[in-house]
């Protein structure tokens, strides 16, 4: 009996701290909602007043030669010519005596390459993918040719730019 009066004291007084603390909370809590609503608005009219992207201008190939619009390629978006897939071996494109350059050594696992895609780039800055399907016993030795393709591309589709270079190859 000695020990009711202390309890009940203790369970009133944390009654009156927790209902004292939910009452803080109140006004705090429908502010954050007003702030929480108000920048929904926000998000929204800014969403409306972002311009939409625009579609990219139609292609259009550029004259013949190595720099068509002189020696100094002014800046402008690069274009990358959508991509081509094409069964390995198959050459569609007219093969372009490129000058000789030093290729890379790719460390690839190639058991387990089923795709080869390499891009050529032209002197405007244009970008060529080619990718082909390998077979089995694909290897170093047979990346020329997808290589090639791909300068093959470049040069053909540029107007006979004679600056095409090889950019990257990867696989997949």
């Keep these: 009996m000695k020990f009711k009066a202390p309890a009940v004291l203790t369970i009133v007084a944390a009654s009156l701290c927790a209902y004292s603390v939910a009452r803080s909370e109140e006004p705090r809590r429908t502010q954050q909602g007003q702030q929480h609503s108000q920048s929904q608005s926000q998000a929204r009219q800014n969403k409306a007043s972002v311009p939409q992207r625009q579609q990219p201008a139609q292609f259009q190939p550029h004259p013949a030669g190595a720099h068509p619009h002189g ?54 800055g244009d970008q060529y993918p080619v990718t082909e399907t390998t077979t089995l016993g694909f290897g170093l030795n047979n990346m020329t040719q997808v290589e090639d393709d791909a300068l093959d591309r470049c040069a053909s589709e540029s107007g006979g730019d004679q600056t095409c270079y090889l950019v990257t190859c990867s696989h997949f």
Excluded: K, L, M
């Design 71 to 124: 020696a100094i390629v002014r800046p402008h978006a690069t274009r990358v010519v959508s991509p081509r897939t094409v069964p390995y071996g198959s050459h569609q494109w007219q093969h372009w005596n490129h000058p000789e350059f030093s290729r890379p050594a790719y460390y690839w696992d190639w058991s387990n390459v089923h795709n080869v895609s390499c891009i050529a780039e032209d002197s405007y």
